[in-house]
C-alpha cells in the first residue's frame, strides 16, 4: 500500500481535517426548545419561524450567456461558466438559487457558486418586486457570495449563532427548490463540522452543519433556521443518492466571510498546509498497527500531523509528518479545530508559536501561516 493510498484511508477512518478552516463569531443564542404538540394545530413553533424570516427570503435568477467551448464546472453549479464574448443567437444558460437578506438597504447573502460568472443577477421577493442585483464579492473558497439592490427598507433575518448548533435540535430550510418559490422543509440537526472533504467537495474550507430538513437544487444559498427563526446557515450543497443528508455554511463562517467582502472585496484564508488529526488512544493504535503510516505515535493527546504540502508555510517552518502538536500561540490543543481558529485568529503574515512533540523530543517553531493559494487541493 502506498503511502497516498495509506492517507486516503486514514482520512475515511479519522476525519482528516484541513487547516484552512476559519470559524468566525457571532453571538445572538441558541434554538428555543418547543413542545412537538403545539396547543393550536395551526399556529406552532414553525409557521412562527417562518413568519419571522420569510418576507427576507429571495429567489437569485442568473443567467450567462454561452460561446465558444466551455468547461463545465463542479456539481454545485446551476449553469455552465466561460467569460468570452457571445454572438447574438448564443444560447443562454439560466439558473435559479435562493438568498435573503441582511441589511434592510439592499445586503444579501447567497452562494457563490449560485452567482458564479454570471452575466446577469436579478433578485425576486416574495411582494412580487424584482430588483437587478450587483455582485460586491464572492468567496469560492467558503462558497459565500454578497449581492446588493438598490433598495430601502427591505425585510431582514435575524442572525443566530451557529457556534451554539447542536445536534437534535430543530431545522428549517426556505428557499426556491426547483424554482417553486417559497417552500419550507424541517427537519433536525444531523450532524456538525462536517469536513468539506467528507461531503465531496473537497475545494471548500467550511465546517458544515449538516441536516435532514429537505434540500434540493435551488434551496442553494437559502436559509436554514433554527426553531426560534435565527438564521444558523446558508443551505449550500446535497450528497448525490442520499436521503436525508444537506449540508449548510455555519452563518457565523458566512457573516465574517461576507464583512470582508463587503470591506474590502476580498477574503483572507490563512494557511500552514498541514493535514492532521486529533489523537486519542484509538487512533494511536490505528497508526502503530499499520504497516504503511510509516509513524510511531507515543501521545495519546495532541493534534498529529499526518502530511505537510510541499513548500507550505509549515514545511518551510520545519514541520514533519509524525510531529504531534501539543501547544500553538501558548494554548495547549487536542483538537484539530482549535488549531484552526487559533490559524485564523494570527491571519496571513502573523506568527504563530507551535510547540510539538517529535519522537522524545519537544520542539518549538514559529510557522507564518500564508494565503491559501487558489488551487490548494489541502
Not at 428549517?172 to 418559490?181: F, S, V
Not at 443518492?241 to 463587503?262: C, D, K, S, Y
Request: charged share 15%.
Amino acid at each position: 500500500m502506498t503511502s497516498q493510498r495509506w492517507i486516503q484511508r486514514l482520512a475515511t477512518c479519522l476525519l482528516i481535517v484541513f487547516l484552512s478552516l476559519g470559524i468566525g463569531c457571532l453571538n445572538n443564542g441558541a434554538a428555543q426548545a418547543f413542545p412537538l404538540q403545539p396547543n393550536n394545530a395551526e399556529d406552532n413553533f414553525v409557521t412562527a419561524a417562518v413568519d419571522k424570516a420569510e418576507a427576507a427570503v429571495v429567489q437569485v435568477n442568473v443567467s450567462r450567456t454561452l460561446g465558444g467551448s466551455r468547461t463545465v464546472p463542479g456539481p454545485l453549479r446551476p449553469f455552465l461558466g466561460g467569460g468570452q464574448s457571445s454572438p447574438l443567437n448564443a444560447p443562454v444558460l439560466q439558473g435559479i438559487g435562493s438568498g435573503f437578506v441582511i441589511d434592510a438597504d439592499g445586503l444579501l447573502l447567497t452562494n457563490a457558486h449560485v452567482v458564479n460568472e454570471a452575466d446577469t443577477v436579478t433578485v425576486s421577493f416574495q411582494d412580487g418586486q424584482i430588483l437587478e442585483g450587483q455582485v460586491l464579492g464572492k468567496d469560492p473558497v467558503t462558497d459565500v457570495a454578497v449581492i446588493r439592490v438598490q433598495a430601502e427598507n427591505l425585510p431582514t433575518v435575524t442572525l443566530g449563532d451557529s457556534d451554539a448548533v447542536r445536534q437534535g435540535q430543530w431545522a428549517i430550510a426556505i428557499g426556491n427548490p426547483l424554482g417553486l418559490q417559497e417552500t419550507v422543509t424541517v427537519g433536525v440537526i444531523s450532524g456538525t463540522e462536517r469536513s468539506s472533504a467528507a461531503i465531496g467537495i473537497p475545494d471548500k474550507r467550511v465546517g458544515f452543519i449538516q441536516t435532514d430538513a429537505a434540500i434540493n437544487p435551488g434551496n442553494s444559498g437559502g436559509p436554514l433556521l433554527n426553531a426560534a427563526g435565527d438564521v444558523i446557515g446558508i443551505n449550500t450543497a446535497i450528497l448525490q443518492g442520499a436521503q436525508g443528508l444537506g449540508f449548510a455554511i455555519p452563518i457565523n463562517t458566512a457573516q465574517q466571510v461576507a464583512q470582508q467582502l463587503i470591506t474590502t472585496g476580498q477574503v483572507q484564508h490563512p494557511y500552514i498546509g498541514v493535514q492532521m488529526v486529533a489523537l486519542n488512544p484509538q487512533v494511536k493504535q490505528f497508526i502503530n498497527r499499520s504497516p504503511n503510516s510509516g509513524m510511531q505515535v507515543d501521545e495519546d493527546e495532541g493534534v498529529l500531523v499526518v502530511q505537510v504540502q510541499r513548500n507550505s508555510p509549515a514545511a518551510k517552518a520545519g514541520v514533519r509528518a509524525g510531529d504531534v502538536i501539543q501547544m500553538v500561540d501558548d494554548q495547549p490543543v487536542t483538537q484539530a479545530n482549535k488549531v484552526q481558529q487559533l490559524i485564523e485568529r494570527v491571519g496571513v503574515g502573523g506568527k504563530l508559536p507551535v510547540t510539538l512533540q517529535r519522537s522524545e523530543r519537544t520542539v518549538a517553531l514559529t510557522i507564518e501561516p500564508d494565503q491559501l493559494p487558489v488551487m490548494a487541493t489541502q
